[in-house]
């Protein structure tokens, strides 16, 4: 049987495109409409891997066997309780819905609490909570904006339909898209270099080609018209940047010295200097021209400014440059946030406990303080005994120092396929791939909240992640409710069968663990 | 007078050997209390407590047997929110501010706030569907589309911000008076409001529309305030008021700068006493380190132009409404801060009807809510009053019109201004007094009202205010002597309005749809998933 399901999100990157037009036969996504190519890696092929983790897992005499959801379960709320302070760790992937329970769980647990924003734009959330952030919904940026700029990222590559569906290539209200343009530069472009190659094999004698002298090519005149520019600040010249009406090549690393030059010019402040981070000054001037000059302009900003030297104090000066613009015009600036639901993750984090990552509850209460209740630098100081880890790969991703400790102690994860985290864990659960098999609420870049669509069932027998976390929470409590009558009944003889007939559960649960 | 309570709610006789029976003698009794405007939930509100780690890290709340732990201050997290509401006594909480586009973002965050009855505010004065009805003059129409919006944002009442300003806030520009053109709408502020009126009339909706006027915290403003007042005379049709205008104090600003400020209190009070088709509510100041935020973003960012402020948020949402936050300490020692808290007074005491004017102090805004005991002294107590002038700025003081009102609320007022007039001007029947029939939300508070002058100890009484005794949510106890014994979820209450034929949802309006948003028409609604306690009440409109 086919049937086409519309409106279907996509839960992949920041974006969260909610056009997607599936096709299912037999339980199966044979065919998608509109989704980019990444989307489609993963709905139509990626979920249906062969390396797809049907049953839960414990690790026995080193090696993973499958055992009973029961069993599982049981063994990761003793390991959970066992511990004295673990690490829950992930939730970028999941939905709001999962994300909340990971919350109760870690307060019930006295635990960290940690996404991975911290290992993404998390500078980005702390440069906010320094100087707060001018921003807007996408769609605003799409009727509005006649400047755009990246800076620092790719879209093109990263969120591939991001320049389609919010920004130069799409048709606003006020605004009209850029594209019609860009395929007549293309072609303009494609003859350019017919002609030049032509003369070139006719008419000039070979000459070996030199390098040039400057590295930034001069703002082009076309950045002065009317309707839509888009400017990409990059260390290399992208797939975004070959889209761009100007493309700035920017030194490595000196992104925040060309956003304090870039402040002074707004500012109608001189610069004693030539140039600044590779840049002339002179095109500077010409950019923040162009800047004070626009209806709306648009900042988005990727991991190129949160993850090179100056970190948060990058995204600092971005913030304040859009601030300073905002005297002179309208401006908004906003960060390409990854996952599909890290913002999510922020967010739900944030109304339960006041803050968006780098938790602790160790204390009975929330405290928040990056770079100490961060997972890497939590890790690296070996401060946890015992790691959940769920919708997310930090084996793939994190340093060699930080993984070595995590495996001295007990790992659970929580993933749908053999990543290479699930592949280290000592107990590894199945779950559903949200957005595809599990519906559930994700919250785009611009912190918009889209329902996510349940599109096919999930194979027998694999829970959701929320029901898992459930579970595990449940059980958590009883152990602990277990131990304290156990402590206060101790002396008590009537309760003397009650605790003869918990023992064997308890051995059994040991002798599992070693 | 004994008060039976039945099934969650209020009866006339029960049983009493198998009733449980709380000695209330020599206390003070009230229904719940009802807040009619407090930013609770929503994204607005979550941006502000993401960004102010240096607000929650001096109020920590540590987790119990039964409650949730988090933290303050000036925006609690959520369940904390829920417990301080409950401590004071208070059962039902509006969250007045909700854009549509994040509207399901609102109803989780809602979902976690416990012990209340909540409901939202959809913001709608600046969305282009509704400009572009109004524009044309078709109100039937718009009116329509206004149900289907508050049917699928799960809201209770039609917020209006800045109307005009939002729109022109998305090139960066802002409208200053009710004649002021919208850019690209061809309307002006005054066709928005009085439109938007006659639409809430045409929608039997319960609540009037709830507006935050023009020019909002501008020297002066006091003149726009008036004149959105007058404009609403002509849509008046004497019987009930047809315009909330809300945190008035802010809108109540005389002086033409920031040097000459003072109270305009006095001219917008007479106006009231004058007239019958409006309410109020004021955004009192309680001088507190708070966070600011509306979704009046112009306005925002004027404030983040006077400077001292180290952080300034802005959030736009794409054809509806626009956003902003700023922490902000208000000083008694500032000059402008202190004739503020002053404003918010004079108002409240020169407003002779206590069913027009309703006590707010639009958490966060003016102060979060858990000061509402210190408002309530400031009331009842000139001693308290004074007190707290005595320490303002002497310019402040000399421009103060409090030592010249003697005014001093009775209980009975009081619990007009914090739930029977909020009830009443909510339209909830049910809430707000202790007839029968009523929901069983009480609150005890530990004040003798026959042995106690709470003129002059004002102390004890405001702490008894911020600690009820009791506090009974649809007929269970929830809060005794001052703590949390039982953590029911609360319900969210939404209106269907039901026009006699449905807006025209076709293939032209979702075309239209995708044009205008960048969420698919279909995914666009908030679903029954979103509303853990849903309380559905059904509304017949007249188109």
Redesign the interface.
Known sequence: MTKIIKSVVCPICGCLCDDLEVTVENNEIIKMKNGCAVCEAKMVHGYKSEERILEPHIRKDGKLVPVSMDEAINKAAQILTDSKYPLLFGWTSSASETQHVGVELAEELGSALDNCCSVCHGPSVMATQEIGIPTATLGQIRHRADLIVYWACNPWSSHPRHVERYTAFTDGRFEKSEFKDYVQKLKAKASQKKVAATIRRTQVRYQPSRPQSATVEAPPQTLAKAGRKMIVFDVMKTMTAEVADYFVKVEPNRDYEIFGAMRCLVNDQELDVDSVGGIPVDYLKEIADVMVNAEFGAIFFGLGLTQSIGRFRNVELAIALTRDLNRKTKFVVSPMRGHFNVTGANTVFAWQTGYPFALDFSQGYPQYNPGEFTAIDLLRREDNDATLVISADPGAHFPKSALQNMMKYPLITINPDWNAISRLGDVVFPTQWCGIEQAGTAYRMDSVAISLKKVVEAPKGVPTDEEILRRILEKVRTIKAQKTTKENKEPQKEEAPKKRRLKPQEENVKAEGD | MDIAIKDGKIVKKVNESNAKIIDASGLTVMAGGVDIHSHI?G?EV??G?????DD??KD????TALT????GYS?????VTGYRYSKMGYTTVMNPSMAA??A??AH??LN?IPLIDKASFTLLGDW?FALENIAKGDLEECARLIAWMIRGTRSYAIKIVNPGGLES????RNVHSLDDEVP?FCLTPRDIITGMAKVNTMLNMPHTIHLHTNNLGVPGNYKTTIDTMRALESVYQGDKPIGHITHIQFSSFAGDSWAHFKSGAEEIANYLNAHNHMTVDIGQVTFADTTTMTADGPFE?ALY?LGGH??????????EA?GG??PFHFKKKNAVNAIQWSIGLELSLMIKDPWKWFMTTDHPNGGPFFHYPRVFAWLYSRKAREATLKKCNKKAQKKSLLPTLDREYTLYELAIVTRAGTAKALGLKNKGHLGVGAEADVSIYNINPETTDIAQTYKPVRKAFGNAAYTIKDGEIVVKDAEIVATPPGRTMWLDVQTKEPCRIDEEMKRKFK?????????YPV?D??IKVPEKITIKASV
């Open positions: 939930a994204s979550n941006l407590r993401m960004i102010r780690p929650h890290v920590v709340v540590k987790k949730r732990s988090g933290t925006i609690p997290s959520t369940y586009m994040k399901k973002h989780e965050e976690d282009w806030w998305g090139f960066g690209n960012f132009e180290n952080k300034w948020v802005n959030s736009d949402v794409e054809t626009s936050i700023i044009e205008y948003w960048t969420i698919e028409f279909d995914n679903t998933h979103y």
